[in-house]
T-cell receptor, first 114, second 115 residues
Framework: AQTVTQSQPEMSVQEAETVTLSCTYD???????LFWYKQPPSRQMILVIR??????QNATENRFSVNFQKAAKSFSLKISDSQLGDAAMYFC???????????FGTGTLLAVQP | EAGVAQSPRYKIIEKRQSVAFWCNPI?????LYWYQQILGQGPKLLIQ????????DSQLPKDRFSAERLKGVDSTLKIQPAKLEDSAVYLC?????????????FGSGTRLTVV
């Protein structure tokens, strides 16, 4: 079964510090995408970063980067120089199966302390 | 580019009543999804359309939930009759084509409370 696991229900970080959110997944596919989404109180899912499994290089988008370990099926998100606006629910997701439906983890609620 | 539009934003109904949600995807997006997000959980796919055909409705409770996407553009999700456990946020998303595996854009969702 294709699953996505986020083991940290809540995390907290000081403003300007760095935080890492963990995600593991299970798939038998060899080529796939992985995503991190941010969901603020407005409820809209916002794509933070995307990783293509066939690429060795870890994806980076400004202050957001990933540590992708394909063999370990691990996909963690690092947020550098955390800002108050980063406070939100973060979901790791993977489009799986024949229809590429998004399979989400249970989320990590990130609090940013001023 | 306009985003995925959803309405209403909030809805409160009594159990056993019916409710409908509307979604207008991004123009040109062939694939439309309805996800259910129960509080404290990640979203779960209810139904996925490619144009006006259903490609996945395996987790749709068909005894009470129905969805349609006439003309392959906007879509309606209906619940009849509602149960307390249907209280959740209903998210609509669209993408160019599900076969690419990426390019999802989500709407802001409808928060349903069943009392």
């Amino acid at each position: 079964a294709q699953t996505v696991t986020q083991s940290q229900p809540e995390m907290s970080v000081q403003e300007a510090e760095t935080v890492t959110l963990s995600c593991t997944y299970d798939t038998s596919e060899s080529d796939y995408y992985l995503f991190w989404y941010k969901q603020p109180p407005s409820r809209q899912m916002i794509l933070v970063i995307r990783q293509e499994a066939y690429k060795q290089q870890n994806a980076t988008e400004n202050r957001f980067s990933v540590n992708f370990q394909k063999a370990a099926k691990s996909f963690s998100l690092k947020i550098s120089d955390s800002q108050l606006g980063d406070a939100a629910m973060y979901f790791c997701a993977y489009p799986g199966g024949a229809t590429n439906k998004l399979i989400f983890g249970t989320g990590t609620l990130l609090a940013v302390q001023p | 580019e306009a985003g995925v539009a959803q309405s209403p934003r909030y809805k409160i109904i009594e159990k056993r009543q019916s409710v409908a949600f509307w979604c207008n995807p991004i123009s040109g997006h062939a694939t439309l999804y309805w996800y259910q997000q129960i509080l404290g959980q990640g979203p779960k796919l209810l139904i996925q359309f490619q144009n006006n055909g259903v490609v996945d409705d395996s987790q749709l409770p068909k005894d009470r939930f129905s969805a349609e996407r006439l003309k392959g553009v906007d879509s309606t999700l209906k619940i009849q009759p509602a149960k307390l456990e249907d209280s959740a946020v209903y998210l609509c998303a669209s993408s160019l084509d599900y076969r690419t595996g990426y390019g999802y854009t989500f709407g802001s969702g409808t928060r349903l409370t069943v009392v």
